[in-house]
């Protein structure tokens, strides 16, 4: 849309710029401008306009749209980034894309979700105007012995976009939760496409969840959940600068993968599992009694080392795993 094109061309000024040198850079006329300028302004944009000098962009609000997160990203990462005010699911979205065609590096973001995701086909909360809801479709070029690994990465990848965005630190339990204050700010769900032919991987889907402005929760998420607003003295952060964030860090990804030390090395360090007393779950029997042990180790390959209380010692690939201090365990 033009005003997007327009907001990014203003943003990117640290003075005025004319309204003809921005009709001139599109390639639209003066009136056309005029409109994208109060559509904009409309929306919550505080643009002064002043004869001979143009216009200034002097104040954004907290708006999700392609313009204001390409504000932040170079023009060669632009085309292939989507962006709604509502979906039923990034995920399911991005699918479709995929299956027309869209290539590795594809992104969808939205505002909200109606119908967001979680792991095990459980809801994710994706109320408006606080969260960065995100998809990013990955194709890789590796086999099923190295897919396992990338919610891990994944969830490095979400860490440090935070931190180049808003400079905060947060947490990693394993396998991919995002925490800080040891409460849950991110969700990540990968789900994933097979050939049916050749039985390879067709494609990736990385759905990421993200609380950022929230200032409360549902009686039955407090206890689990927060945001990065209320971890950090109710500051209001600029979704827009997280969305582009995660686009560089998930395209940092598909550079590096499948083999790179940096994802194992920082999520080692961030990971707050490993030392700590916690209940595993098999992966179909989460209201089953659950295994007392502590975890010990991060291995090479991403699982969970664990000395259970019994004296065995196993490496978890998947499931459900408590730790003591988190979601009420105690």
Request: aromatic share 8%; with cysteine.
């Amino acid at each position: 849309m033009l005003k997007d094109d327009v907001l990014k061309l203003i943003s990117r000024e640290d003075d005025y710029i004319s309204g003809e040198a921005i009709s001139r850079k599109l390639g639209v006329t003066r009136a056309a401008v005029n409109s994208a300028v109060k559509a904009l302004r409309d929306e919550g944009y505080e643009i002064t306009s002043s004869t001979n000098k143009g216009y200034l962009l002097t104040k954004s609000p907290d708006i999700l749209s392609k313009g204001s997160v390409s504000v932040f990203l170079p023009d060669a990462l632009i085309p292939n980034v989507h962006v709604f005010e509502s979906v039923d699911s990034t995920n399911n979205v991005l699918k479709d894309m995929a299956r027309n065609g869209a290539p590795s590096g594809t992104v969808v973001i939205a505002d909200c979700q109606t119908g967001g995701k979680g792991r095990r086909g459980r809801s994710f909360s994706s109320p408006k105007g606080v969260g960065v809801y995100f998809s990013y479709l990955f194709k890789p070029e590796s086999g099923f012995d190295k897919i396992a690994n990338l919610t891990s990465w994944t969830a490095i990848a979400v860490s440090d976009a935070i931190y180049n965005a808003y400079g905060v630190d947060s947490q990693v339990k394993w396998v991919n939760d995002l925490l800080m204050n040891r409460k849950k700010i991110c969700g990540i769900l990968t789900e994933v496409t097979v050939e049916a032919e050749s039985g390879l991987i067709d494609s990736c889907i990385i759905g990421i969840g993200i609380n950022v402005n929230e200032q409360s929760f549902p009686e039955e998420l407090s206890r689990i959940a927060t945001s990065i607003s209320l971890e950090n003295g109710n500051k209001t952060f600029n979704r827009s600068k997280l969305a582009a964030e995660l686009i560089r860090a998930m395209g940092d990804i598909a550079y590096r993968w499948p083999d790179d030390e940096y994802y194992l090395n920082r999520y080692r360090k961030s990971n707050v599992t490993v030392g700590s007393k916690i209940v595993a779950y098999p992966q179909l029997a989460e209201n089953s009694q659950g295994r007392s042990g502590t975890a010990i180790a991060i291995n090479e390959d991403f699982t969970l080392k664990v000395k259970f209380d019994d004296g065995s010692i196993e490496d978890l690939r998947s499931g459900e795993v408590s730790v003591r201090g988190l979601y009420g365990y105690t």
